[in-house]
């Protein structure tokens, strides 16, 4: 074995014992590992740092920011409120339900761009069930991930095998042929989890996760002793309530109020004045330090208002318009740059970042969120985690090591038959692409499918699709892939907490892979 080989995956073995110890943040290990590589000599400044410029980040920064503005606009909450209407109280059907529109959303925008979008709306539903995040999360990037295999866009492995057959005149693969094996691969993936991820996934509540809002008119308007009337009016897409504290020191001590009055600006009323829990409802009160105001205005009004340091917010206008007003008043130019990226998308009109980066800046754009917004909403840990973790596979690549790790698996097959070189093909590319990316996996696997095909006087096609199959089936470890990166956080996971289920959904993935591709598309 070289002795650059043997630095890498001594490396990258390393960093994925790192990941499972989870005593070190998941970035740290990630950008550690980079640096580790740079400073073997395995190698150069230019290849340690090029993840970070690497496409695919910038795609899932602005999918990531995409996801941010349709939360803002109220789309999440109104997607988990009608899935939870047509669930009721049933966990199982929840997960299930939440699965199928993930999955079908992954066939037509991607598995980044669904994950990004899901994200949210899966929040919602964690918040409003009382759910641990941790139950439905690894559900979701599941169903993400099998949802790639429905159609040509679903994944970039997918462009990259049936690019590959094109040019080398093996045979053209549709945009829903991958549909023969993608739907039994998504509904087994749905049955593996709705009969077992009850008893192996993790009961987590993340730290991520915001507290439920969905009830908070009624909350306030208790509070305060206002007329119970106005509980269904009080949030509108134009106007809601907000409730401040007056810190120490803060101007507006020693100022007077009373309700009914407006703010300086005129933009804002005083509903309600309370000191100590009790409320003050004489003509005029001389504010104190922790005294709670509740008010009322526009949305822009109550940004505005609320940003200054004077008051601070007990929850934020932001995040209650997130939960409380479904379909707000970005909800409908969300909804159409969202309309446009899926156009953008199935077509094929630009490259899926540039699409991206533009429907991202028209969100910016058309106000459905602010700048500010818009760098709170996007995850850089997982961005950071992303462009680091490309190096790792670069130098897999670049030494030849993954090629030694393929060709060592390969080799040991013998002269079996075809359906036992597909299934190997298939472990290999999916024991790689727990390490490294499912492209760079595809990429480094094809040649090898190709070659092997020829030795063994096989069409070259389905050993190619079995290499793309396995590529996508990284179940094992969260740091493989962008849509287990994004499900991390927000689902409070640990290292060790996917392969519990993973590794029966690999294995129904294989087993479709092995035994419905060649139906089709014969040896």
């Known amino acids: ?163 590959e057959s094109y ?26 989890v709705a009969l077992f991820g009850k008893y192996v996934l993790p009961d987590r509540h993340s730290k991520a996760i915001p507290v439920d809002l969905s009830a908070h008119a009624r909350t306030l308007v208790d509070q305060y002793g206002l007329d119970q009337g106005l509980t269904d009016n009080v949030f509108s897409r134009e106007s809601g309530l907000a409730e401040v504290v007056i810190p120490q020191r803060s101007s507006m001590i020693g100022q007077t109020v009373f309700e009914g009055m407006t703010t300086e600006l005129g933009d804002l009323i005083v509903l309600g004045v309370q000191r100590g829990g009790a409320d003050l409802h004489q003509r005029e009160v001389e504010l104190q330090a922790g005294d709670h105001l509740l008010l009322q205005g526009s949305w822009r009004a109550l940004d505005a208002g609320l940003a200054a340091s004077h008051v601070l917010p007990i929850n934020t206008p932001e995040a209650v318009r997130k939960q409380a007003v479904p379909l707000g008043q970005g909800a409908p130019a969300a909804l159409a740059i969202l309309g446009l990226l899926i156009v953008l998308l199935v077509f094929n009109i630009v490259p899926a970042p540039i699409a ?55 080799n040991a097959l013998g002269g079996a038959g075809p359906h036992v070189y597909l299934a190997g093909l298939f472990v290999v590319a999916a024991a790689i692409s727990q390490a490294i990316s499912n492209t760079s996996t595809a990429l480094v696997m094809m040649p090898i499918a190709i070659a092997t095909a020829a030795e063994v006087h096989v069409a070259p096609l389905p050993l190619m699709l079995g290499v793309a199959s396995g590529a996508s089936a990284s179940f094992l470890t969260p740091f493989s892939n962008g849509v287990s990166l ?17 590794l029966p959904v690999l294995i129904w993935t294989m087993a479709v892979t092995v035994f419905i591709v060649p139906l089709y598309w014969h040896f």
Request: proline share 3%.
């Open 1 to 163: 074995m070289d002795h650059q080989i043997a630095i890498t995956l001594g490396i990258t073995i390393g960093s994925m014992a790192l990941f499972a110890w989870n005593r070190l943040p998941a970035a740290v290990v990630a950008v550690a590992t980079a640096l580790a590589l740079y400073f073997a000599g395995i190698l150069t400044m230019h290849e340690t740092l090029s993840g970070f410029g690497d496409p695919v980040v910038l795609l899932i920064a602005a999918l990531l920011l995409m996801a941010t503005a349709l939360e803002a606009a109220g789309v999440g909450a109104w997607a988990g409120q009608f899935l939870l209407q047509r669930t009721g109280k049933s966990e199982t059907l929840l997960v299930v339900s939440i699965m199928g529109v993930a999955a079908v959303f992954s066939g037509l925008i991607g598995m980044n761009g669904a994950v990004a979008a899901m994200l949210p709306v899966v929040i919602v539903v964690a918040v409003r069930s009382g759910m641990g995040a941790s139950k439905l999360m690894i559900p979701l990037a599941f169903a993400c991930l099998k949802g790639a295999s429905l159609t040509l866009l679903g994944s970039p492995v997918n462009l990259i095998a049936a690019t």
């Open 167 to 192: 040019e080398r005149g093996y045979g053209h693969i549709g945009f829903f042929a991958w549909s023969i094996f993608g739907i039994p691969q998504v509904l087994g993936t749905i049955a593996i």
């Open 356 to 410: 991206a980066v533009v429907c991202a800046g028209l969100m910016v754009v058309t106000g459905v969120v602010t700048v500010s917004q818009a760098y709170r909403g996007i995850d850089w840990n997982t961005v950071i985690l992303i462009g680091a973790m490309i190096a790792p596979a670069v130098a897999l690549t670049k030494t030849g090591a993954a090629h030694w790790v393929a060709d060592q698996m390969v």
């Open 486 to 502: 994004m499900v991390y956080g927000p689902g409070g996971y640990r290292f060790g907490d996917f392969w519990r289920l993973g």
